[in-house]
């Protein structure tokens, strides 16, 4: 079936410096997400994007956050600086449409440790 | 608010056995209902989905569930398990109004499946 690939699977990060996660979404899919997932804590919908915007985002989406898919390409998940409460499983996922039957396709996940 | 509870953490079975697994989930609109499973270093993937008519779904591998609007509901059923179903389990939930489909996920059930 469709895939959706995360880069890096793991990352060990020293506190306050910069990380990107990667996303390669499904090839025709439109729509989008983030998702953060605290070990032993349930997921939680961090944002979504669609031609280029952020459509929504939750109060888990700090400031220093920040997501793009220049030209098409990875859809990154930026994280500057990053803090210990960081540490988490980020999944992205992808969808073709925005309508809330349109099932979402999700990557392994991204683990990162902020040390 | 929209909320999802899987109540067991952990469920351990025999193979060959049956299975129940356990959603609750709160919501004042109608919702879209989703089971996901997530096997060892994969991304999840979804089972099967409900937004109305027949309240018992199909999914794959032999997994079914039922949605319950009066319980408010929407366990995931099988009616005999083999070890490689082991993995977790998530039940989400999808306001049919609002779109961007941001999904709302219950703690997630580890299945263990003896052989």
């Known amino acids: 079936g469709p895939k959706v690939l995360q880069i890096p699977s793991h990352q060990i990060i020293d506190m306050g410096q910069m990380v990107t996660l990667n996303c390669d979404p499904v090839?025709?899919?439109?729509?989008f997400y983030w998702y953060k997932q605290i070990l032993g804590q349930q997921m939680e919908f961090l944002v979504n994007f669609y031609n280029g915007k952020v459509m929504e985002k939750s109060k888990l989406f700090k400031d220093q956050f920040s997501v793009e898919r220049p030209d098409g390409s990875y859809f990154t998940l930026k994280i500057q600086p990053t803090a210990l409460e960081d540490s988490a499983v980020y999944f992205c996922?992808?969808?073709?449409?925005?309508?809330?039957?349109?099932?979402?396709?999700f990557g392994e996940g991204s683990r990162l440790i902020v040390v | 608010a929209q909320s999802v509870t899987q109540p067991d953490a952990r469920v351990t079975v025999s193979e060959g056995a049956s299975l129940q697994l356990r959603c609750k989930y709160s919501?004042?609109?109608?919702?879209?209902l989703f089971w996901y499973v997530q096997y060892p270093r994969q991304g999840l993937q979804l089972l099967l989905k409900?937004?109305?008519?027949?309240?018992v779904v199909q999914g794959v591998n032999g997994f079914e569930a039922e949605f319950s609007k009066s319980n408010s509901s929407f366990h995931l059923r099988k009616a005999s398990v083999h070890w490689s179903d082991s993995a977790v389990y998530f039940c989400v939930l999808s306001a049919a109004t609002g779109g961007n489909n941001k999904l709302t996920f219950g703690q997630g059930t580890v299945l263990s499946v003896i052989p």
């Open positions: 996922a992808s969808s073709f449409g925005t309508f809330s039957g349109n099932t979402l396709y």
């Open positions: 919501y004042s609109g109608t919702p879209y």
């Open positions: 409900y937004y109305s008519g027949d309240p």
């Open positions: 090839s025709n899919h439109l729509y």
